[in-house]
């Protein structure tokens, strides 16, 4: 049973336009949410997270919402990159921010220029 | 932040033979993971590395197939035994400096 989904395994976007990764979740004591970046033949690294005491978080370009009671969060990219095209896996953990994560599926997103 | 390297990056091998991955953190953490990505899959938790005692396996994974190493803080190495075609996989190697958990970029397996 899949705890974290990411129903879309791809998106193609316009350079300039904006983004948007969903990605839903089962687990209702998971309580915070990262999102990771992962290019081919490279680790994952870290873009960015939410606490489930938030609702939203920005950092330059990027901004992840978060709505609890659809048990969804979604990543924006705004105005998205050549550069962002990667996979984007969304990842969340129960009972604090040091536990384990539960990861989806990955979504590759790909900028055309 | 922490840099993770591991070693070898890639590496094709027989069946019923073992690899052993090193995985090596440029800093002292608490806590090392190793993950597997299946070809067009998610990365799933292996086990927890624990620095002087036994690692912690996920359901599904067990010390017999994928026994771990952690001798210090820095350090840990991961074991693919008596390997099948199904093993092959990309194996990351994580840490977690605080709260953010960082990746090394994975070793590439392929099992003929």
């Known amino acids: 049973d899949q705890q974290v989904k990411q129903n879309s395994p791809s998106l193609s976007v316009q350079e300039g336009r904006i983004s948007i990764l969903n990605c839903d979740y089962t687990n209702s004591m998971f309580d915070y949410f990262l999102w990771y970046k992962k290019y081919p033949a490279e680790g994952p690294t870290f873009l960015i997270s939410?606490?489930?005491?938030?609702d939203k978080n920005e950092d330059g370009r990027f901004t992840v919402f978060l709505n609890k009671s659809a048990k969804h969060l979604s990543l924006h990219i705004v105005p998205s990159q050549p550069g962002d095209s990667a996979v984007y896996f969304c990842a969340a953990s129960a009972g604090s921010a040091g536990n384990m994560l539960t990861f989806g599926g990955g979504t590759r997103l790909m900028v055309k220029p | 932040s922490a840099v993770i390297s591991q070693k070898p990056s890639r590496d094709i091998c027989q069946r019923g033979t073992s690899l052993t991955i090193q995985c090596q953190v440029d800093s002292q953490v608490t806590m090392m993971f190793w993950y597997r990505q299946q070809p067009g899959q998610s990365l799933t938790l292996i086990a927890t590395?624990?620095?002087?005692?036994?690692?912690?396996?996920e359901s599904g994974f067990v010390i017999d197939k994928f026994p771990i190493s952690r001798p210090n803080l820095t350090f840990s190495t991961l074991t693919v035994s008596n390997m099948s075609p199904e093993d092959s996989s990309i194996y990351l190697c994580?840490?977690?400096?605080?709260?953010?958990?960082?990746f090394g970029p994975g070793t590439r397996l392929t099992v003929l």
């Open positions: 994580s840490a977690r400096v605080y709260n953010e958990q960082f």
């Open positions: 590395a624990n620095q002087g005692s036994e690692a912690t396996y």
């Open positions: 939410i606490s489930s005491i938030k």
